[in-house]
């Protein structure tokens, strides 16, 4: 351990109430993307954020997009490679609210038999996370007045709402953004113990399909039976999409699905990933994807199709003998190896379209296509950051896999021509998407020193 | 026409403003039973009942049920045949409200090409109807100081939530309310100039079913592909319970469904029915129950099963990548015939059962099961009626069936063992159940002279 980074580690330790302290500031702006009710929100969170960066040095603002501000900022030593952040500060809807213990905006610390979390929407996706990095630079700024690199953010505010405005701003801005590497904070632990570097992304095709009946809800008992209930057709489609093996029936969706090689099998073996403990944490047991597939390739390897979201007619308490005129669902896939996400939106399409009856008609509502990628893991980064993490944590960090899909790390290469790498400290358990998500305090105090750890990895390598 | 009835119906047309003020004070009333919010406002629109029925003589009073309240009143001649009317004051719920295109508890006259409506929840189903009974007893106690004959009131305030307390309180009140017949007034007429007797209605069995997977809503990157979907799994259910020829598969559904004879095909053909105007009046062409059967006879004489509600995971604006914990729907059935809805809520729930896999559990909820009915059209009211109805309207009254269920005709039967005759004004545009609801102001004007033959022609039969 380098004396530099020697005393950045100590001054983040003693920094760490004030670092929560400045997370919970956060944590209270209800900075829901999807929902125009928040758009005022999510502007605050991106103000907030602005202030702050300001505050350890960086020149930062807010840019206008079609959709929400994007926060960009600029610091660091002109010594050092250039690196890129990138992180979200948008946050998913919290409903059902019913379900939450507590007010999912106003963050605290509990204690739980495995250890203390912080508590509220956003805590782990993905403002937790990415202030895990911001103090990081707060402390290396604090100790040595300047970091060991060169440093842009890239800090989003639509990435949980199909990040709409994220490639035209990306495109427009190609020479104020491209650096040598960018590092994207928005994943996982292996497991409490074991860091992990996510080297493979599932992609993520969102859709919404609108199946229109009867010009108005009708009487089941007047127009029952004679008139098209949408609510049917869509049922057929829905459960058309998969066969009784849990393959998806979209004519052309295994197209460019390749096979994991066996080098990645036996290391992912290795993890002893134990499927029974994973399924049992949220109240099941059988992996439900394709038969003869183990759970840690379903969810790492393999494409998936899922209902997110359905309605239709009366679904308030009591009964409502109501003939629907419409019914939707939103549905997403994810996405492996080289499935093309807009062919996929056609093929998706076309199934629907050859199953809607006659008196029926579909419209589509588009929630974005984004294809998987893979890192590349030969970048001498990789090697340096594996190392800083198995320096913080109790076990060596891993090479993994991730069922989720960051679109992100694909637009820096295509649009960009960077390289990134995916560092995170969320944990299975962290509900987020769900109620009562949570941030380990583990997770966060860890998290900053890795951050430290790595750029003082990096800077040096 | 009588001279007592000539006096009448004078009356009625001379007070037309004032039974239109009356029905707007009871449409006013939100009384929407299903929602227990309103639970106030249905026990209001009992005690408006109670008052209007004591200003023309009855004895009123609103019995306390385990539910809403049951108004009864007594009155009438002592010399004449014992009637009971039944009809019902609570309503269906609004929403969808942005579709009305006025608040829906503001009645208001509106000019229509085809002629003056009522607009209002309520005004057709069941609020309207009812009131063209009452303002025809108004009319006759106003010009004779009493009615020709003896009169039993009960109105429900449970119709559009399953009746819930109606059987227990018909088996306890059956010395009290037993006449010689039932007159209900919650059914239509064949068309605009065409009034109707129904001689047969469906039966109804309302069941909602709670699939439940995982034990809190999931990423649908984390755990997609490895963690069942409930709303796949409603999904596939609700697709199975039509094949491709839109019969119903739930096994031994059919046992106890007749073949209409051919007497009353004959008349029924002879009604002349538009199925391409009936389907063209709400946005339709193709009749979408079993293939080979007519439109008529799909909605008058075959049995449906029909979602008439489901809702899973996120179905709010924009989108979310939630893998949903559980999936619900509402789904009804008609029944004809000799169906037995108890037997049908087994065979249903053992369908549903042998279709959820090992990692859910599924719930159902009870919303009401009814046997369908089949009228003594040999009563010597039902050619009364029928003479009656004719000499009022532009073309003569038919015999009709009805797609919709008004399980109180077969309980009338079951437990007072009472004959019903089932006799109303409403018509298929009417949008009962759907927003904008309206009752022409030719069914309300027309339908209180109808009651005033009616009651006139009974009496003296």
Sequence with gaps: MSHDLDAVLSRIDQDLPQSLD?????????????????DGDVARAADWLVQDLDSIGF???ADETAGHPMVVAQG???DGPHLLFYGHYDVQPVDPLDLWDRPPFEPELQDTP???VIRARGASDDKGQLMTFVEACRAWVAVHGSLPVKLTFCLEGEEESGSPSLVPYLKANRDALRADLALICDTGLFDAQTPAITTMLRGLLGEEVVIQGPDRDLHSGMFGGAAMNPARVLARILADLHDDQGRIMVPGFYNGVPEIDEGIRAQWDGLGFDAEAFLGSVGLKHPAGEAGR????????????????????????????????????KVSFRLVGQQ???????????FVR????????VEFVEHGASPASVMETGHPAFEAARQALSAEWPKPAAFVGSGGSIPIAGYFKSILDMDSMLVGFAKDDDQIHS???????????????????????????
Tied chains: 1, 2.
């Design 340 to 350: 093309d996400p807009h062919a996929l939106r056609d093929a998706f399409r076309a």
């Design 59 to 61: 020149s930062a603002r």
């Design 354 to 361: 050859a199953r809607v009856p006659a008196d029926c008609s």
């Design 435 to 461: 109620p009562n998500e949570k941030y380990d305090l583990d997770s966060f105090h860890r998290g900053i020193r890795s951050w430290a750890r790595i750029l003082d990895a990096v800077a040096k390598g």
């Design 294 to 329: 183990s759970a840690l390739e379903m969810i790492w390897a393999r494409p998936t199709c899922e209902i997110n979201g359905m309605i239709s007619g009366y679904t308030g308490a009591g009964f409502k003998t109501v003939l629907p005129a419409r019914a939707s669902a």
């Design 76 to 78: 660091g030593s002109d």
């Design 114 to 116: 495995n250890g203390k």
């Design 22 to 38: 400045r997370l919970y500031d956060l944590l209270r702006i209800p900075s829901i993307s999807t929902d125009p009710a928040h």
